[in-house]
């Protein structure tokens, strides 16, 4: 294996990112062609380490010395890396490949590949760092990355907030990554994952310690990956631009929560996290996959659809197989990411239209797009046989053989698994089939470039197909051992008559007639729950009530009583005290020569005697 890959898929993205903004300032369309070039760059680097690779490969170098410790910075490689790395470097070049047209107009195209390259730089190197200096290192690369994307538009209010909020999302679920890190380098000794993970399997490290660290890992993780509760920043982050969508919910970033467990998943397997990852990941999928159900813009359905399915990728690692988790995640990643191309080529031939609601129709103007859409929704709805069929069966087959998870957890699942086919089937047929319900934008839309945006589409649904072919060996690429696929009698075939009669209430609802979906609107039971569901079950209300209720508010009433009844308090007190000694000295102020010289006389006595005494 060429060792030199591993330092220039660590260095060269940043590299990139530098040469695009200084040459795209220089001239415009010059920084898409280096992001183009760098992208292609990475991910032939990407292939060629897979073909290569044999063992896996360890580089090892110092970060830090101070006294006699030394802080590590290590690049390891193995099936699990190398996976990722193709993930990130291949999606990552589609996506920019698609962006020639979608950012075509804007005038920050620099700024713009620049946050890209380093965007893809921050996941390359969290997924080949060796040990915890190194993934926190790239995880806060991503974490700025994001922000900068999200807010790409900063001029407007809505991006900058959707920017800031992520930022500060993402940085509460950092701040326990780093509180892990300190733990791990005072009871373990070490910050090297290998090492960490030998520790755990051996039971060296205390029990109750490694679970605390297990736990606060998984908080960071739920952050990045938009879990509940801190996943309201996933939805928002919608105002950046599609292609960020993209990166984001495919190929980068909501990864990494999922990536850093699997890497730690002996550790885990030590502990008991793994029962609270598999439940907060089937919360997650239940309130994702029914939030997903009424939303009205089409990039909100596929964010909760993102947080559903990535959840689902946790219930398989907390149930106990790392073979069924990343297998899911492998497939959400290509699908997602084929969806909200799809998703964006509509919104750019739709003249940046959003709203589900002013479209339909569109199946005689962008055939091409709702045949490669489909193929990703087909997929996303886990429909044989294509490959998200295979890693859903294969997550809720774990879920229900493990005694721990048989009842809520893999109810939940199931539900959320099942509820896919409905939100997309609605989002799919509301776009493409009927009649269109803006008859003025219907006819301004425009088929998108072949090239540009429908070429990386088609590559992605291929690749979707193609995962369906090769599910176990990828697997047993990841985990290093070849893993039997069990099943439960009858699960597929109930998940097929499931999937089957929503997809034909799904059609029933949307497919011509909309009346009965507007009559049941009308419904106040039926309209409270919409709003719950259109909400995401109102947790950022919660979250917003409480951050500026208890916190923001709670610390500003404790400053102001710690003001007035100890600060103001100890300040007045010294009111009395002072014009006590005032009114004693002025006591002595008589204005008699005599007495003053009686004092002085006394002062020198009392000085006399002490001097003496002290000579003594």
């Known amino acids: 294996m060429n060792l030199n890959l591993l330092p220039f898929l660590a ?55 101070f006294g006699t410790t030394a802080l590590p910075f290590g690049l390891y490689v193995d099936g699990l890396s190398i996976v990722m790395l193709l993930i990130a470097t291949g999606l990552g070049l589609l996506d920019i490949h698609f962006a020639h047209d979608y950012m075509a107009e804007d005038k920050d195209q620099a700024r713009y590949y620049a946050k890209v390259l380093f965007f893809i730089g921050g996941m390359i190197l969290l997924v080949m760092a060796k040990d915890m200096i190194g993934v926190f290192v790239g995880w806060e690369f991503m974490g700025l990355a994001s922000y900068l994307l999200i807010s790409f538009w900063h001029r407007q ?82 105002e950046g631009p599609t292609t960020v969508s993209a990166l984001i919910h495919g190929a980068t970033m909501v990864n990494a929560g999922i990536y850093i467990v699997a890497r730690l998943f002996d550790f885990y397997l030590s502990t008991e996290a793994l029962l609270v990852v598999a439940s907060v990941g089937a919360l997650s999928a239940f309130i994702g996959a029914t939030s997903a159900l009424v939303q009205t813009e089409m990039k909100k359905v596929l964010a909760y659809s993102t947080m559903s399915h990535l959840a689902l990728a946790f219930v398989g690692l907390g149930v106990g197989s790392l073979a069924a988790g990343m297998m899911h995640l492998v497939n959400h990643a290509v699908f997602k990411a084929l969806l909200f191309l799809s ?44 490959s998200g069929f295979f890693s859903k069966d294969a997550v809720l087959t774990a879920a229900l053989l493990n005694p721990e998870t048989q009842g809520l957890i893999a109810t939940l699942a199931t539900l959320a698994a099942l509820l896919s086919i409905a939100y997309f089937g609605r989002l799919w047929l509301l776009m493409f089939q009927g009649e269109p319900r803006n008859a003025t934008l219907h006819e301004q839309i425009h088929a998108p470039s ?72 009308q419904h106040p039971f039926l309209r409270m729950i919409h709003q719950l569901l259109f909400h995401g079950y109102y947790v950022e209300a919660m979250i917003g009530w409480f951050s500026k209720q208890v916190i923001v508010e709670g610390f500003a009433k404790a400053m102001a009583w710690t003001d007035k009844h100890i600060v103001d308090a100890v300040i007045n007190g010294f009111l009395p005290t002072t014009q006590a000694i005032f009114k004693r000295l002025q006591t002595t102020q008589t204005g008699l020569i005599g007495d003053y010289m009686g004092m002085m006389v006394t002062g020198l006595a009392v000085l006399m005697l002490v001097a003496m005494m002290v000579g003594v």
């Not at 590299?15 to 062609?33: C, D, E, P, S, Y």
């Not at 509180?179 to 060296?204: E, M, R, S």
């Not at 609601?357 to 193929?375: E, N, S, V, Y």
């Not at 039997?484 to 998940?495: E, F």
Request: charged fraction near 10%.
């Open 343 to 386: 998703v964006g080529g509509v919104i750019l031939a739709a003249h940046h239209q959003k709203d589900v609601w002013q479209l339909g129709g569109l199946r005689t103007k962008l055939p091409l797009l709702a045949a490669l859409m489909a193929i990703g929704g087909l997929s996303l709805s886990g429909i044989a046989p294509f």
């Open 11 to 65: 260095i060269f993205p940043f590299i990139g990112a530098a040469l695009a903004f200084v040459l795209g300032k220089q001239q415009r369309g010059l920084a898409f062609w280096v992001a183009e070039i760098v992208g292609l760059s990475l991910f032939l680097a990407s292939v060629l380490l897979a073909i290569q690779y044999t063992t896996p490969i360890t580089l090892d170098y110092t970060w830090l010395t």
């Open 157 to 238: 209010k809505a991006p900058a907030d959707a920017g800031m909020q992520a930022f500060l999302y993402t940085r509460f679920g950092d701040i326990f990554i780093f509180a892990a890190i300190g733990l791990l380098f005072y009871f373990v000794g070490t910050l090297d994952l290998l090492q960490i993970n030998n520790l755990a399997k051996v039971g060296v490290i205390d029990h109750q310690v490694a679970l605390v660290i297990a736990v606060f890992i998984f908080i960071g993780a739920i952050g990045k990956s938009g879990q509940f509760p801190l996943f309201p920043w996933l939805m928002n982050a919608m």
């Open 450 to 521: 072949l090239f540009w945006i429908a070429l990386p589409l088609a590559i992605m649904a291929l690749i979707t197909l193609g995962l369906s072919f090769y599910q176990a060996e990828i697997a047993q690429f990841i985990t290093g051992k070849a893993e039997v696929s069990a099943h439960v009698d009858g699960l597929l075939t109930g998940l097929m008559i499931g999937l089957s009669l929503l997809a034909l209430i799904v059609f029933g609802f949307y497919a011509k007639d909309l009346t009965l979906v507007k009559k049941m609107a």
